[in-house]
């Protein structure tokens, strides 16, 4: 017998249904493209939000590391870590990281209380920081190379000078809970591991400066916001530049 001959319609219509049409595939491509739309925004404010999170336990945890230092220090700061510009500063042994490219981090201060090696630059590192620009301090001896880490000491604990130590104790500090030990500078001015009431990071958001009643924060000029911060008292919170400037940056210990 003969077969059947096949039905030109009917394989139409059986191609039609395993296929998509060029209209369906379109459709099909601007739901994808408007889905993609709505999550991106939604994937990139979970990965700041967890960069955050990190960067605060970072922060505790080199704070908690500083405090640990003090204690069997007879109270004494580590030194803030100052680039050595063979004038007012000079390396110390004391310094908090021996950030430079010409020295053993492992031997940074606070190295035996926390981590070595790997584990403690990673915890010497924001996850939002990209250090990428960084270059040395200004009139800075060469083989320093710039500052590849995220976190600076407040210089008034103990400044590296050549002059001698300027370090204080931790009982000297009044009002603990609002003064910061450690934070994030800009980044184009994180030459070393000191800080000095200079502007903070806005890897971590934006905002507009009230105006601080201190120079260089202005009303209206855009500042870091969700700054990580690190209390004499050992609490870490998140802050404006706004705020830090105007309200926790101390010089002196004995100021409340």
């Known amino acids: 017998m003969r077969g059947r001959a096949s039905n030109p319609l009917s394989r139409q219509r059986c191609l039609r249904a395993a296929g998509f049409t060029l ?68 390396p110390y042994a004391e310094d908090w990281v021996h950030w430079q490219q010409d020295r053993d981090i492992n031997d940074s201060a606070i190295a035996k209380y926390v981590a070595r090696g790997e584990k403690l630059k990673r915890l010497l590192r924001c996850p939002s920081d990209s250090f990428e620009g960084r270059k040395p301090a200004p009139a800075a001896v060469p083989g320093q190379g710039p500052y590849r880490y995220s976190y600076n000491l407040n210089n008034s604990v103990g400044l590296n000078t050549r002059g001698g130590w300027g370090r204080t104790k931790i009982n000297q500090w009044r009002s603990p809970s609002r003064k910061i030990l450690l934070t994030e500078q800009a980044e184009d001015i994180c030459t070393s591991g000191a800080w000095s009431r200079n502007r903070l990071t806005q890897r971590h958001g934006t905002g507009i400066s009230r105006g601080s009643g201190t120079p260089g924060t202005p009303a209206g000029r855009r500042i870091g916001i969700n700054v990580m911060a690190l209390f004499f008292d050992g609490h870490a919170e998140s802050t404006d530049e706004d705020y830090a400037r105007r309200n926790l940056f101390h010089g002196r210990p004995d100021f409340e």
Do not use: H, W
């Open 23 to 90: 209209v369906e595939l379109l459709v099909v491509v601007g739901i994808v493209a408007l889905l993609i739309g709505i999550l991106m925004p939604v994937l990139s404010r979970a990965r700041a939000q967890t960069n955050r999170v990190a960067c605060l336990s970072n922060i505790k945890q080199l704070g908690t590391a500083i405090l640990m230092y003090c204690n069997d220090n007879d109270g004494y700061f580590p030194t803030c870590a100052a680039a050595d510009d063979s004038v007012a500063f000079m």
